[in-house]
């Protein structure tokens, strides 16, 4: 018998010894099954949510303006703040804000004090604070007429129109793009420069809130923000300087790494939520003040790693939608970044005929700092039991490796290869015909 048909029969029987071998032993003593997972070890699904009403998001815009501290009235008084024998000016302002529906104004323009009054000529200061128009016209003549008797009973014509009302001073912070297309950025690349936007907005008191907010400034977050924002209350101005630290507790939802002020109110509001729960903020909540945040934070650590025989990569999970074990694979093997952008093919096979490919998956799931998990995943039974197809969740770490199966299977094929390639070789160089 020839040599090499010796060395062939000796390396067959060594694989042939290994593939009797248990497949995965080693690595189930220190891993779980998908069906062994515990409620805590899974990561909540997203495709079961639904949008919230963005109805919710704004305030129900009063009937009637109320009159507060701030306000600019236009206010005309028959022979005390323009003359009987003429018809009041007509104005229209031109500084109302951005958006805003122009309404004609007459009279002359009187603030609200601080106190809640105004002050009118020939009698004392009238408080209005908390009235309608209607209210403050009534209040005026009562006062003129009645009170000081500066103008005749049946001879008060007094009209009252709103200039301008108060405004808020809103600060939107986002950390999602303003780009009207898409970014599309390599794996292999870190984010090492970004700029958010920050806008100042002045509402007035009947369109302030969230969902005004959000519409002046670009609209609902972005694929790269967290489906959610934070409504960071104000805080009065004798108490900026008293800052506090929070207890190192992640509320619901994991707040934004931030120190807030000692009395101010961070309050979360997800725009989406599983069917059923309760909503975490009340209608209080929407409604904004003066010196009030709201903060969009960017999606930050959303994502999962492959390794082992996968190409190494860092791949974004999809915002809205959940992503099983089979969908990882795909996207870290296949074409990325839509049309057009080339394939990666996977480093396990060369496209080598008779190759067999692995099969055994590793997910390494970190539950705390301290605190990890591997879930040991067959694709093999994932393509006929869905129970098999585990959720994939942020920060998960997928592994693809061979089983001894597998691994002994391949090296008898490349075994038997090299066998045949020598056996031609050492054949021609002795002169032998090799029949093909």
């Known amino acids: ?141 009562t006062q003129y007429v009645n009170v000081e008797g500066v103008v005749k009973e049946g001879r008060s014509n007094v009209f009252v129109s709103l200039i301008t009302p108060r405004f808020h001073r809103i600060y939107v912070v986002r950390q999602d793009t303003r780009y009207n297309l898409p970014g599309l950025t390599s794996t292999s690349q870190q984010e090492i420069s970004r700029r958010w936007s920050g806008t100042t907005l002045y509402l007035e008191p009947k369109e302030s809130s969230v969902l005004t907010a959000l519409m002046r400034t670009g609209g609902l977050p972005g694929i790269d923000a967290k489906n959610e924002l934070w ?51 009340t209608q209080d909540d929407v409604v904004l003040g003066d010196g009030d945040v709201v903060f969009l934070p960017r999606r930050d650590g959303d994502h999962f790693m492959t390794g082992g025989m996968l190409p190494s990569g ?55 700092t301290d605190h990890q998990i591997k879930i040991h995943v067959d694709l093999k039974k994932c393509l006929d039991d869905p129970r098999e197809r585990v959720r994939i969740a942020a920060g998960d770490l997928v592994l693809l490796k061979f089983k001894k199966r597998e691994m002994a299977g391949n090296i008898a094929m490349n075994l038997f290869n090299l066998n045949f390639t020598l056996s031609r070789v050492l054949g021609a160089t002795n002169g032998t015909t090799i029949i093909q």
């Open 1 to 141: 018998m020839r040599p090499v048909a010796c060395n062939f029969i000796l390396l067959n029987l060594i694989a042939l010894l290994l593939c009797a071998l248990p497949g995965c032993k080693s690595v189930m003593h220190c891993s779980i099954r998908p069906e062994d997972l515990q409620f805590d070890s899974i990561p909540e699904s997203r495709s079961t949510q639904v949008q919230i009403d963005h109805r919710l998001l704004g305030t129900p815009i009063d009937a009637e303006h109320s009159v507060t501290k701030g306000d600019v009235l236009g206010i005309y008084i028959a022979d005390v703040l323009g003359d009987r024998e003429e018809l009041p000016q007509v104005a229209y302002p031109s500084f109302r804000t951005k958006n805003s529906p122009i309404e004609p104004f007459v009279g002359q323009p009187i603030k609200v004090e601080s106190d809640g009054t105004i002050k009118l000529p020939y009698v004392s200061p009238i408080h209005v604070e908390g009235m309608s128009l209607p209210q403050v016209r009534d209040a005026i003549s």
């Open 231 to 281: 409504v960071m209350k104000g805080v009065p101005k004798e108490d900026l300087h008293d800052v506090c630290i929070p207890h190192l507790k992640k509320l619901e939802g994991e707040t934004p790494m931030m120190i807030p002020k000692s009395n101010s109110k961070m309050i979360r509001i997800p725009l989406m939520q599983q069917l059923g729960e309760e909503l975490p903020f």
């Open 314 to 368: 860092r791949y974004p999970l999809p915002r809205d939608r959940d992503l099983d074990i089979l969908e990882a694979i795909a996207i870290s093997t296949g074409p990325q970044f839509g049309p057009g952008a080339g394939t990666r093919p996977p480093n396990y096979a060369g496209g080598g005929r008779g190759v067999l490919p692995p099969t055994d998956v590793v997910i390494i799931r970190r539950l705390s």
